[in-house]
């Protein structure tokens, strides 16, 4: 849910799309999932209080996210990029944004067990 925030940018544009959109901090159910996940990664209260503090930023296009660049390069560049050129004034956001998205996202691993378990489960 996180990485949902982290990789989504809302936009007035966006919203005003559809009439069914809620900003981030109008939705209660991603508020709440949002809240969950900071609490499991962040378990000092001071932490997470900086975290919110960067995230609401980060949300509002406050201080460095309302700058040109930011706003020209969010639909342009791939999201882990956008972080690295982006991020540095949120840097425990960015943190975790970059360790997010730097998990590889395969299904190697299970097409692997899947192939054993095929022959175990075979009529041979």
């Known amino acids: 849910m996180l990485l949902y925030f982290l990789c989504r940018y809302y936009s007035h544009e966006w919203l005003n799309e559809d009439s069914d959109r809620l900003a981030p901090h109008q939705d209660k159910e991603l508020t709440q999932e949002r ?8 378990n000092d209260t001071d932490v997470r209080r900086q975290v919110n503090i960067e995230f609401a930023k980060f949300l509002d296009g406050r201080e460095d996210f309302s700058d040109v660049d930011f706003l020209r390069d969010k639909g342009k560049m791939d999201t882990k990029s956008w972080w690295i050129v982006h991020g540095v004034h949120t840097p425990t956001l960015q943190k975790i944004a970059l360790k997010l998205l730097g998990q590889p996202c395969s299904s190697f691993c299970c ?6 378990y095929s022959f175990i489960h075979s009529l041979k």
Request: glycine share 0%; hydrophobic share 30%.
């Open 111 to 116: 097409e692997r067990n899947w192939s054993t």
């Open 35 to 42: 809240k969950k996940c900071f609490m499991r990664y962040f």
